[in-house]
T-cell receptor, first 113, second 118 residues
Framework: QKEVEQNSGPLSVPEGAIASLNCTYSDRGSQSFFWYRQYSGKSPELIMF????GDKEDGRFTAQLNKASQYVSLLIRDSQPSDSATYLC?????????????FGKGTKLSVIP | GAVVSQHPSWVICKSGTSVKIECRSLDFQATTMFWYRQFPKQSLMLMAT?????????EQGVEKDKFLINHASLTLSTLTVTSAHPEDSSFYIC??????????????FGPGTRLTVL
């Protein structure tokens, strides 16, 4: 069973702090990695994608990928109350062909004003 | 760019009726669309993968005769829940993969359709 694991949280951080969200995956051949944000009652929206080992920064968000250790993380700097949501890690598995994503169960983030 | 719409955004129906949900990619062509279902406080569950002009591929445990999927064009896929029952009440979300490029494998999600079966 190919899996994507996330800590369900809730993760609570004070406003202005750095929120760190982690995700591990079991398929060593996984190729593409995504972070989606989902507000309650809404559909997921793409925050970042990463394909190569290392860091990728976009504004207050930094995605980190370590294929050897099979983990991907998302750092949110200067966290705001509006960042409070569930963050979904998603992975494209090797050999999927049809580009299916496998999602983790999500980490609920609460940013406390 | 990369906007996906869904219609309707919510629907209430009586048990035994059928409901059709439309998913459209508005500014790109999508050879592949996906249909997900999400129950409260649970993660997304992939129901089926829909490829333009061919039959959908259903995930294990999803009844293909109950959840009919038609991907008739590069911008439109439909999901029909036939003979709906209260246990089919859920949040149905589609996503589309951009055929024309952009970040590979990226799926863009529609806003979802909340189905309530009485």
């Amino acid at each position: 069973q190919k899996e994507v694991e996330q800590n369900s949280g809730p993760l609570s951080v004070p406003e202005g702090a750095i929120a760190s969200l982690n995700c591990t995956y079991s398929d060593r051949g996984s190729q593409s990695f995504f972070w989606y944000r989902q507000y309650s009652g809404k559909s997921p929206e793409l925050i970042m994608f990463i394909y190569s080992n290392g860091d990728k920064e976009d504004g207050r968000f930094t995605a980190q990928l370590n294929k050897a250790s099979q983990y991907v993380s998302l750092l949110i700097r200067d966290s705001q109350p509006s960042d409070s949501a569930t963050y979904l890690c998603a992975v494209t598995l090797s050999g999927a062909g049809s580009y299916q994503l496998t999602f983790g169960k999500g980490t609920k983030l609460s940013v406390i004003p | 760019g990369a906007v996906v719409s869904q219609h309707p955004s919510w629907v209430i129906c009586k048990s035994g009726t059928s409901v059709k949900i439309e998913c459209r990619s508005l500014d790109f062509q999508a050879t592949t669309m996906f249909w997900y279902r999400q129950f409260p406080k649970q993660s997304l569950m992939l129901m089926a993968t829909s490829n333009e002009g061919s039959k959908a591929t259903y995930e294990q445990g999803v009844e293909k005769d109950k959840f009919l999927i038609n991907h008739a064009s590069l911008t439109l896929s439909t999901l029909t829940v036939t003979s709906a029952h209260p246990e089919d009440s859920s949040f149905y979300i589609c996503s589309a993969r951009d055929r024309g490029g952009g970040p590979r494998d990226t799926q863009y999600f529609g806003p979802g359709t909340r189905l309530t079966v009485l």
